[in-house]
């Protein structure tokens, strides 16, 4: 994804006092800002189309990191663009419905979900890991953040390929749901 640093008016680099974007464009975007941009505040918002908008519609010198098309749709100047670190990275997102949607049997799937543990630990995480692994099921993803409930209290974002419905993940599946806290579904669908 390129990300561009966006005002509502040109202005020097050396004047922005604040840069709002998204927690992860700003990350994506850490050396530009760092080198360039090292006075400025930063400010989050929940989108980088969000920090455009607000860019768009104040007075202020600030600046917004966002797309292209972001800064076309409101009206504003690019500063600046190509400004991530890596030219390669990648922003995934996820739509949840809740309607299923049907599935193709010839595609391959990948499988969301999201499970929490009772009380941490030594092993906890293994426990989880091992019932796929059992299973030979194959995990795309595996991501720990803090559930914000108490101090070494985490929740598990994990993908993995196959659907929900297939033998080997609904059985890993249920062996979680018996094992664990939480465990929630947030679906299957086309890889790639």
């Known amino acids: 994804m390129r990300h561009c640093l966006i005002a509502h008016t040109a202005l020097p680099l050396d004047s922005v006092e604040k840069i709002i974007s998204h927690p992860h464009a700003h990350a994506q975007c850490r050396r530009f800002v760092r080198d360039r941009l090292s006075r400025a505040e930063t400010e989050a918002a929940n989108s980088t189309a969000e920090a455009v908008k607000i860019v768009s519609e104040s007075e202020e010198n600030w600046a917004a990191i966002g797309s292209r098309l972001a800064a076309e749709n409101y009206g504003c100047v690019i500063l600046s663009d190509n400004i991530e670190d890596h030219a390669d990275n990648q922003t995934r997102f996820v739509m949840l419905a809740t309607d299923e949607a049907p599935q193709d049997r010839d595609r391959p799937y990948k499988t ?11 092993g906890s995480l293994l426990q989880i890991l091992q019932e796929f692994a059992d299973r030979d ?14 101090l070494g209290d985490y929740i598990f974002f994990i993908d993995m390929e196959g659907k929900k419905d297939d033998q080997a993940v609904a059985g890993a599946l249920e062996s979680l749901r018996r094992k664990l806290a939480s465990v929630k579904m947030l679906g299957s669908y086309p890889q790639g």
């Open 137 to 150: 099921i194959n995990l795309t993803k595996l991501e720990s953040r803090p559930s914000k409930k108490g």
């Open 112 to 122: 969301s979900i999201v499970c929490a543990i009772a009380h941490d630990q030594p």
